[in-house]
């Protein structure tokens, strides 16, 4: 089978090659899936340039990874201890390459039976590609600290990937959601997803905007805290939690004062080391809302598994939407 991989860390263009190779076979508790779309992830830029030797395994007679996280495809093999009825099941794919060198960018993709969930009937590859990480991420900022409903909820970016589906699952949850954005085309995204309030976050004004449309928020869910952290605070309610699930190049200087006197909470979230009672709750979740067409999915840029190189460099610039290989 064809399959992106790469065995040293460096540029896209410098490490990522497409080879032939051994298509994989699952072992006990694992589904093979014919993969349809791949979705890249900003993580896996991170993976490709930060991997440790300890990250790289056998991949037929190399010893690398096949990068990705999350996809969709279809299962047509199961290992012992899966129910063969699961044959032939469309699937959405989360965590593929976390702790296994077989990641979503290949013709065929190896993961535990749990991390291959029924992709309901209607529901589009394109959406099921770009749940995994982001959707599976939003899904716990909003409910690490329990559930949002009725409570006001401030998404930073929101027409970014983890963004968007903040806003989608907090408004099923029942939260008033505001969304803070960089200019009009995402104004409109962030919009069509559902958000109570709009705000460009360059505006002077921008907290005022948040403070008069839904008053003091209750939790943050934060992209940038080294950037935001003063708008963050001007708008956090007392005992306001402020959830971060990125790192940015340079880390925050806490103005502890200001978050010991209204005594508010700061949260860190990372997809990988998510305990994984939440992570199956978010899927559980997540597959409920698209059997009930409540999730929709951002503008899709499609590359062949050949481009992969031209695909992490699309993700790079910071294209908005979601960027996949289709391996259709």
Known sequence: MKAAFFDTNGPAKTV????????????PGQVRVRVALSAINPGDMWMRTNSSPEDFGPVGELRGRIPHQ???????????????????????IWM???????????????????????????????????????????HRCL????????????????????????IELGKIAGARVVTT???????ALARAAGADLVVNYRDADAARQILDGVGPVDRIIEVA???????????????????????????PTLPVFRLLWPNLVLRFVLFLTTPRDALLRAAAEITSALE???????????????DVAAAHEAVESGVTGKVVLDLR
């Open 16 to 27: 990522l090659r497409v080879l032939d190779v051994a298509r994989p076979e699952p072992g």
């Open 70 to 92: 999350d996809g969709t495809g279809e299962i047509d093999a199961v290992g012992t201890g899966v129910d063969p009825s699961r044959i032939g099941e469309r699937v959405w």
């Open 96 to 138: 593929a390459g976390s702790g296994t060198p077989w990641g979503t960018a290949a013709e065929w993709t190896v993961v535990p039976s749990e991390q291959a969930v029924r992709l309901p009937e209607g529901a589009s590859d394109e959406l099921g590609a770009g749940l995994g990480i982001p959707a599976m991420t939003a």
């Open 143 to 166: 409910h690490a600290d329990g559930s949002p409903k009725d409570r006001a909820v401030l998404v930073a970016a929101g027409a970014g990937a983890v963004g968007h589906y903040a």
């Open 181 to 187: 954005v960089s200019g009009a085309e995402k104004a």
């Open 225 to 251: 805290l080294t950037d935001n952290l003063d708008l963050d605070l001007a708008v956090a309610a007392p005992g306001a939690t402020i959830v971060t699930y990125a790192a940015q190049p340079v880390d």
């Open 292 to 306: 009930q067409d409540l999730l929709s999915p951002l503008p899709v840029h499609s590359f062949g598994l050949d």
